[in-house]
T-cell receptor, first 115, second 118 residues
Framework: DTEVTQTPKHLVMGMTNKKSLKCEQHMGHRAMYWYKQKAKKPPELMFVYSYEKLSINESVPSRFSPECPNSSLLNLHLHALQPEDSALYLC??????????????FGPGTRLTVL | GENVEQHPSTLSVQEGDSAVIKCTYSDSASNYFPWYKQELGKGPQLIIDIRSNVGEKKDQRIAVTLNKTAKHFSLHITETQPEDSAVYFCAASMSLEAGGTSYGKLTFGQGTILTVHP
């Protein structure tokens, strides 16, 4: 099973709202990633968690706050977003040990619209 | 940092024809090259990958070739079908250290919109 699930599928929020995106995987992967994808563009890396600790923050604004409560779950908390933050937010995961540490599996994404 | 160029940006073929998408990368430290297919409204799906110690890999109608010397790799789809229509992304990955662990950092190409006409 190579499934990464994400909820919600769609989210519309105002600039003053607080919302969260959720990601879950049960492949035993200890690396989890958040990507942002604008229309007709490739995914852009935002955050990397390894062993439930934040390893990489690609200079993402603080209105995006990631959280990894356990090895299977990854959240992205959103607050005071701007309309330009509207995008598809993708979660991915991969192993951290063994021969296959660089194969990332993506979830279906959350389509976020900020009004 | 790594830079990946992907061509063509759009590709239109008739059903049954072959399709070829080409990518070049800049950093010889990249050692893993996945290809993702992304259908409208969905996340990228890994369809095939190749590591730097292999020159070619095939999976049914899909094949990937890698030329490390020239730093380019290609996706070949034979006997195309309408359901192959999607955006295809190539990527190059290298191992990076962060937080005491190593992970594969993906650098994507800009994508190819493949349309297969019935």
């Amino acid at each position: 099973d190579t499934e990464v699930t994400q909820t919600p599928k769609h989210l519309v929020m105002g600039m003053t709202n607080k919302k969260s995106l959720k990601c879950e995987q049960h492949m035993g992967h200890r690396a989890m990633y958040w990507y942002k994808q604008k229309a007709k563009k490739p995914p852009e890396l935002m955050f990397v968690y390894s062993y439930e600790k934040l390893s990489i923050n690609e200079s993402v604004p603080s209105r995006f706050s990631p959280e990894c409560p356990n090895s299977s779950l990854l959240n992205l908390h959103l607050h005071a977003l701007q309309p330009e933050d509207s995008a598809l937010y993708l979660c991915a995961s991969s192993h951290l040990t063994g021969w296959d540490t660089d194969t990332q599996y993506f979830g279906p994404g959350t389509r976020l619209t900020v009004l | 940092g790594e830079n990946v160029e992907q061509h063509p940006s759009t590709l239109s073929v008739q059903e049954g024809d072959s399709a070829v998408i080409k990518c070049t990368y800049s950093d010889s430290a990249s050692n893993y090259f996945p290809w993702y297919k992304q259908e409208l409204g969905k996340g990228p799906q890994l369809i095939i990958d190749i590591r730097s110690n292999v020159g070619e890999k095939k999976d049914q109608r899909i094949a990937v070739t890698l030329n490390k010397t020239a730093k380019h790799f290609s996706l070949h789809i034979t006997e195309t079908q309408p359901e192959d229509s999607a955006v295809y992304f190539c990527a190059a990955s290298m191992s990076l250290e962060a937080g005491g662990t190593s992970y594969g950092k993906l650098t994507f190409g800009q994508g190819t919109i493949l349309t297969v006409h019935p």
